[in-house]
C-alpha cells in the first residue's frame, strides 16, 4: 500500500496547480514533475495523466520556449488555487515550497553560466566561460586550448564549478599581499 496524502486523482491535479501558482516563470515538466513528486502517495503515471488533464481543461497552458515546451498556470488554473487554498495538508505544502525553492534556484543557476566554443583558424580553440547576473556579466574568461575535447572538460567543470572558480579568480585578483615576479627581482 502507497503511503502519503495525495492519492485521488483530483488532489493530483490539485497539487500541480498549487506547485505551479510557487513559480515566478514557466518551466519543463520535468522540473514541475521534480517540484510535485514529494509525496509517496502517487507516481509518475498519475501525474502524467491529471497533467495530461489540466492541459486539455485549460487550467496549464504551454508556451514553446527555445525549441521546447514549458508550461505555466492560467488564470482558470490560478481561480481554482484560490477556491481550494487549504485543501492540501500543510506538510505537504510546506514540502511543495522547499521542492519549488530548489527547482528555481537550480534554473537560475543554470541561466547564469554560459559557455561557448569555437575553432580558430590554426586549428585551435577559443573557449569562453562567462557568469552572468540579470543584467550585466560579472566575469568572463576566454582561454585558448588545443582541442574540443579540451574546451567540453573546461567548460563542464565550470558549469560545476562556477561559483568556485569566479570567487577564486576575484581573491586572487585582489590579493595585494603577493609579490608579483617583477617585484621580487
Known amino acids: 500500500m502507497r503511503q502519503g496524502y ?7 491535479k490539485y497539487l500541480i496547480l498549487y506547485s505551479l501558482s510557487l513559480l515566478p516563470f514557466t518551466i519543463t515538466e520535468e522540473d514541475l514533475l521534480e517540484i510535485v513528486l514529494i509525496d509517496d502517495g502517487f507516481g509518475y ?7 495530461h ?15 521546447h515546451k514549458e508550461y505555466l498556470l492560467t488564470l482558470k488554473g490560478k481561480e481554482v488555487v484560490e477556491l481550494m487554498e487549504d485543501q492540501l495538508p500543510a506538510s505537504v505544502c510546506d514540502k511543495a515550497q522547499a521542492a519549488a525553492i530548489r527547482v528555481v534556484r537550480r534554473i537560475r543557476r543554470a541561466d547564469s553560466i554560459r ?32 582541442s574540443e575535447q579540451q574546451c567540453r572538460i573546461l567548460e563542464e567543470n565550470f558549469r ?21 615576479d617583477t617585484e621580487e627581482r
Not at 503515471?45 to 497533467?51: T, V
Not at 562556477?162 to 603577493?178: C, G, I, P, Q, R
Open 53 to 67: 488533464e489540466l492541459l486539455k481543461s485549460e487550467h496549464v497552458s504551454a508556451v514553446e520556449t527555445g525549441g
Open 160 to 180: 560545476n564549478n562556477a561559483e568556485y572558480v569566479f570567487k577564486s579568480l576575484l581573491n586572487m585578483l585582489l590579493d595585494t599581499d603577493k609579490k608579483t
Open 6 to 12: 495525495i492519492r485521488e486523482p483530483e488532489d493530483v
Open 115 to 146: 559557455t561557448e566554443h569555437r575553432m580558430n583558424s590554426d586549428g585551435t580553440y577559443t573557449t569562453t566561460l562567462t557568469v552572468r547576473d540579470k543584467n550585466a556579466e560579472l566575469v568572463s574568461v576566454s582561454m585558448l586550448v588545443y
Open 45 to 51: 503515471f498519475e501525474f502524467a495523466d491529471a497533467f
